[in-house]
């Protein structure tokens, strides 16, 4: 594998369920982030990870909670979705936080 | 805070220059350019950093005017593979170590042949 990959490619949850996406790069790379993309808006920063520390939270709810275990990987726990959290998430990875990102294909959410 | 991009959608005929502006509101640190193309992941395109600093690659260009908040996107000779939606992505003074990178709305070209 190389690059930047994301599993489920496409999930759909209830309101209810509890799931988690989950990010790996395989770059070497020091920083993580999550973004959320909806229809006609522009690409949302959720959070980033530097050193698998926190060091940004975009006034995200707390629904959606990310877990960076090592540098390689990141998560978002999700629990309790609404139906507008519908979207592409998209997760990147950067050398240092603040250089070029590199995407992966993201996961298309659904909530029903 | 988010930065406004002009114009929202162009359509070109291959070989015709398109320009792609990104304004904003904020002192700015750095200027990032990504490409997404329908269905795929953003692209890394370029980054300026400095003020009046300019970039490119192959037809592909990119200035940066520190003082009036905004970066340029410069394709010239356009080629069908163009096609897509441009995003500008800016990082406010103070962020810089942070990652924080705020996303402009988007410019969708189409490049006919």
């Known amino acids: 594998e190389t690059g930047v990959t994301q599993t489920p490619r496409h999930l759909v949850m209830g309101m209810t369920n509890k799931k988690s996406l989950k990010c790996e790069q395989h770059?070497?790379?020091?920083?993580m982030y999550w973004y959320k993309q909806s229809a006609k808006k522009p690409l949302e920063l959720m959070f980033v990870?530097?050193?698998?520390?926190?060091?940004e939270n975009n006034s995200v709810p707390s629904r959606f909670s990310p877990e960076c275990p090592n540098s390689s990987h990141l998560f978002l726990h999700l629990h309790t979705l609404q139906p507008e959290d519908s979207a592409l998430y998209l997760c990147?990875?950067?050398?240092?936080?603040?250089?070029?990102?590199?995407f992966g294909p993201g996961t298309r959410l659904t909530v029903t | 805070q988010q930065p406004v991009q002009s114009p929202q959608a162009v359509i070109l005929r291959e070989g015709e220059d398109a320009v792609i502006n990104c304004s904003s509101s904020?002192?700015?640190?750095?200027v990032h350019w990504y490409r997404q193309k329908h269905g795929e992941a953003p692209v890394f395109l370029m980054i300026?950093?400095?003020?009046?600093e300019q970039k490119g690659h192959d037809k592909i260009s990119a200035s940066f005017n520190e003082k009036k908040q905004q970066s340029s996107l410069y394709l010239t000779a356009s080629q069908l593979s163009y096609s897509g939606t441009y995003f500008c992505?800016?990082?406010?003074?103070?962020?810089?170590?942070?990652?924080?990178?705020?996303f402009g709305q988007g410019t969708t070209l189409q490049v006919k042949p």
């Open positions: 990147a990875s950067s050398k240092e936080a603040g250089y070029e990102q590199y």
């Open positions: 770059l070497g790379h020091n920083a």
């Open positions: 990870y530097s050193l698998e520390e926190r060091v």
């Open positions: 904020k002192a700015l640190y750095s």
């Open positions: 300026l950093l400095k003020g009046g």
């Open positions: 992505g800016t990082v406010p003074f103070g962020s810089s170590n942070t990652g924080k990178l705020i």
